[in-house]
């Protein structure tokens, strides 16, 4: 049997420590003053509540409503054979003019033939146009913000994620479609205000 060959170990040195590991007190210290000097440089951004909210109610929401609506409100409404503007008014008991903005009506154009028959309808001469300035036709986004900058609005809409978004902004209510007719919730004064148990 042969015998193992020694390697011969060289550059042996003792294992020191890196001067930048955390493990190192002064390190620690440094990082502690780094984080403190970050946090009082921080500001602290809070949005101004709106003027008109009385408490959870909205005071500048009031007859002739102005109610957006969303791309798929204007399908399931055609889908359960409601007249907008009419079913509206049966469910708010004043005059409700429907707003379409410039991002939904691009998104039903972009939806092709189809839809051909939801787009006749949202260009009915009795919905106000809202021009958009934002890049992009995603308009959800656009709705919430805009409500989020003017309170004076209500949104149909029958989609989840929108609902859930819209929830979180205070003083803004939202109409839906429940057993063939439109409800609304966080509305007290309207006839579909008993629809609140409908959540979607």
Known sequence: ????KQVRKFGEVKRMINPKDMRLKKNQQKHRDQTETADSQKVNHVTRESSNMFFKYNTALGPPYHVIVD?????????NRLDLVQAMM??????????I??????????????YKMALRVARDPRFERLPCSHKG????DCIVQR????RCYIVATCDR??????????????MFIVNHKF??????DALGAAGQSHRG
């Open 1 to 4: 049997m042969g015998k193992a």
């Open 161 to 174: 994620d929108l609902k859930r978004r819209i929830r979180k902004v205070p003083g803004v209510p939202i």
């Open 137 to 140: 036709t995603y308009a959800d």
């Open 101 to 114: 903005t410039d991002c939904v009506m691009a998104e039903l154009e972009k939806m092709g033939p189809k």
């Open 71 to 79: 791309t798929n409100f204007i399908n399931f409404a055609l889908q």
């Open 183 to 188: 409800s609304i919730e966080r509305l007290p």
């Open 90 to 99: 049966d469910c708010l008991f004043a005059k409700s003019v429907p707003c």
């Open 147 to 150: 409500v989020m900058q003017h």
